[in-house]
């Protein structure tokens, strides 16, 4: 039995490191590039965190349009997803007239409905962050709708005041 020297053994071993590196760096399966790194597809956790950072950037628009119009004093307010719309019956006084301004910030547009309907024709509200303002007189229940087209999305917000 021959005996190896520590030269030996240390040449040998690193040839076989390098025959295994060498392999296990060319070896792809195939030659389309697949063995190449690539960045990973966002996470669904991500997807989510940009959409609600850009919801709340469009809430905050829209309540900005909302504050520049305010008169009187606020009866009831909200914000709602477009695509959830508005479904209100806010309780108010007999006779008294209120101000109701609605602003959409996103993209597409909603209508507004107020029933009962004979003195309020249904209004669009574009999402371009332009406030439409109703003027409501009292006689009956109101209520209030506010629902996207189809494809819209953002945020509606909207804001009832006493004048």
Known sequence: ???????TLFTGCAAAASVLLLTSCT????????????????????????????????TEQAQAALAAVHSGTMVEAGTERVTDGIHTEPTLSRGKTYSLNV??????????????????PRTEVPCDQTVVQQR??????????????????GVIAWQLDTI
Do not use: N
């Not at 039995?1 to 030269?7: C, H, K, N």
């Not at 602003?103 to 004979?118: D, I, K």
């Not at 006689?139 to 494809?151: L, T, W």
């Open 136 to 153: 409501v007189t009292v006689h009956d229940h109101v209520r209030i709708d506010v629902d996207g087209a189809k494809g819209s999305t």
């Open 1 to 7: 039995m021959t005996q190896l020297g520590p030269r």
């Open 103 to 120: 602003v959409c910030a996103g993209s597409g547009s909603a209508q507004l409905t107020l029933t009962p309907a004979t003195a309020h």
């Open 27 to 58: 070896s792809g399966g195939d030659d389309s590039g697949a063995g190449h790194a690539t960045t990973p597809p966002p996470t669904a956790g991500a997807s989510r965190a940009a959409a609600k950072a850009q919801e709340e950037k469009l």
